[in-house]
């Protein structure tokens, strides 16, 4: 029951949009949403905890639930069939925050299948950018965005909320601040499902850091309550789940079979897959992840079992599998020998994903999307590879096993820059950067500072001269680092000022004594943007 509603001021410059999206009818829709599932929320939030701590005081280890093998060896079953416009998404367009107007417009006029409309790892979620992001993404679906095609010709908006594990603070219902994948679902749903259903094409999702089939049971109850609250056929909304946790490799089966009647398939990524092996086990030395830019990638075999174990799993339920996003950016010179290399990297590694059998990827750079689209073409027939079953077994052991290799300083500059420069673009309202010719967002700054805490704890070996990593090591290269990164980046005092406190912020986060699961959480919650500081 909704007792009591408390909605923030709107955002300086954005008067217009606010009063456009919190009409008194969106206002009450998602009361009432957050009022009907907040329990939940906070059960499955528990659960996470639970089943963290049960894990560290038995030091167990995932494995296939015996108490879901009925789900699995059930050969029956199926997902609902894929919407047409479904069927084909070789390439999305990744990391595409609506807040920034210019890069929505450009991957709205793109020949991409796909965007993936994020509110998550690369948004930063100020009130201003879920505003001005969510009003423009109503925009598009009503065809108001200058010389951009009908939403009906566009590439199709896979809307991405944000992950359970984070708050909106700008609404509070009955007293509490509301679930920020609630918020931007709810506004989202609320303002664009009715002419996405009327133009075949949406509303479809991204579900971002589901961990277990209980977290996909309650969005499949979202779904349910939407579509009977909004009058649609049960069905209509279709959602995308993100397998970026290593507990979820284990019940993609039990993940798909709860959204089976909303299910658009499973989605493997890359860093925050490998950064949930830390934030789970990193307190094992069994469980160090060696250095991520020399022997982590999708070739290794936990990665290599994933993507195989995912693909196998969606395509005998009917449901389509896709692959990570290619983080690189292309030079601007076409003509260039750095040209040629980038794009030759991107194919090499997306052909390998192609190969395993995926039906789409994401790319960052939309110069890259006709490239890719000629590879789909080069080595698949069809919109799709939902024909094509790997013959594959894989085991609790090909998902639990370590790359071999070790860590390089390279490698904890690399990291201690990233995760740097994540915080100091946080602060500055935005949620991924460039750096060293490709973007990066929370998904690569969660697996750096990852490794940098991890690599502490254990105090990992250098390959350079088999010194140990410590905190004095770090803050050392810290300093360094930042003084780098100072004649890189600031132009002014207050520049200075950020990425100062972003070093400080950084150091804090690694030398903790327990895990911060999330960056993210860990900015928003304790730091809440640090807002007026700059």
């Not at 709205?108 to 423009?136: E, M, W």
């Not at 049960?234 to 993609?252: C, D, H, N, R, Y």
């Amino acid at each position: 029951m909704v007792e009591k509603i408390d909605l923030g001021v709107p955002p300086a410059g954005l008067e217009h949009q606010y009063q456009a999206l919190f009409t008194q009818g969106a206002v009450g829709f998602l009361a009432e949403l957050a009022s009907t599932f907040d329990k939940d929320v906070d059960e499955i939030l528990w659960h996470r905890t639970a089943r963290k701590v049960q894990i560290d005081l038995s030091n167990s280890l995932p494995n296939f639930p015996s108490e879901k093998s009925q789900i699995r060896e059930d050969e029956s079953w199926t997902v609902l069939p894929i919407p047409r416009r479904l069927q084909n998404r070789q390439v999305d367009i990744g990391d595409t925050a609506p807040n920034n107007t210019e890069r929505f417009i450009k991957a709205l006029r793109s020949s991409a299948q796909g965007i993936q409309v994020d509110f998550d790892d690369g948004n930063c979620p100020t009130f201003y950018n879920q505003i001005k992001g969510i009003y423009n993404v109503c925009e598009a679906v009503n065809n108001k965005l200058p010389d951009v095609p009908p939403i009906s010709e566009a590439p199709v908006l896979m809307l991405r909320p944000r992950a359970w594990n984070m708050v909106e603070h700008n609404m509070m219902v009955n007293g509490r601040e509301i679930p920020g994948p609630l918020f931007d679902y709810g506004l989202l749903i609320y303002h664009t499902a009715k002419t996405l259903y009327e133009k075949e094409s949406g509303p479809f999702f991204y579900l971002s850091k589901v961990e277990s089939f209980l977290e996909a049971r309650l969005w499949d109850r979202i779904f349910v309550w939407t579509e009977k609250r909004m009058d649609f056929p049960i069905g209509t909304i279709k959602a995308t789940v993100l397998i970026e946790s290593v507990l979820a490799s284990f019940e993609m089966e039990e993940i798909l079979y709860e959204l089976r009647d909303h299910s658009a398939g499973l989605n493997c990524g890359l860093w925050d897959y490998s950064a949930s092996f830390v934030n789970k086990f990193g307190h094992r030395a069994d469980f160090l992840l060696p250095d991520r830019s020399k022997y982590v990638n999708m070739e290794k075999r936990f990665l290599k079992s994933y993507m195989d174990l995912l693909v196998q799993t969606c395509h005998r339920r009917g449901a389509p599998a896709t692959g990570g996003m290619a983080a690189l950016l292309l030079p601007g010179d076409r003509e260039s020998e750095e040209y040629e290399r980038v794009l030759a990297t991107v194919k090499r590694l997306k052909l390998f994903e192609i190969r395993a059998g995926v039906d789409g990827f994401m790319v960052y750079d939309i110069g890259l999307v006709e490239s890719m689209q000629k590879l789909f073409q080069e080595h698949i027939k069809g919109p799709n590879q939902l024909n094509l079953i790997p013959e594959v077994t894989v085991t609790q052991t090909d998902l639990l096993t370590m790359p071999p290799g070790g860590v390089t300083l390279f490698g904890l500059k690399y990291n201690i820059a990233v995760g740097i420069l994540f915080i100091e673009a946080w602060y500055r309202g935005e949620g991924h950067f460039f750096f060293r010719g490709q973007v990066e967002d929370s998904a690569t700054a969660e697996i750096s500072r990852s490794q940098v805490w991890q690599w502490i704890r254990h105090g990992a070996k250098l390959e350079d001269d088999n010194s140990a990593v410590t905190r004095s090591l770090v803050k050392r290269l810290v300093k360094e680092v930042e003084k780098e990164l100072q004649d890189l980046h600031c132009v002014s005092d207050r520049d200075n000022r950020r990425l100062r406190t972003a070093a400080e912020m950084f150091l804090e986060v690694v030398q903790k004594r327990d895990f911060p699961e999330f960056i993210t959480t860990y900015l928003n919650q304790e730091h809440t943007f640090l807002q007026g500081r700059f």
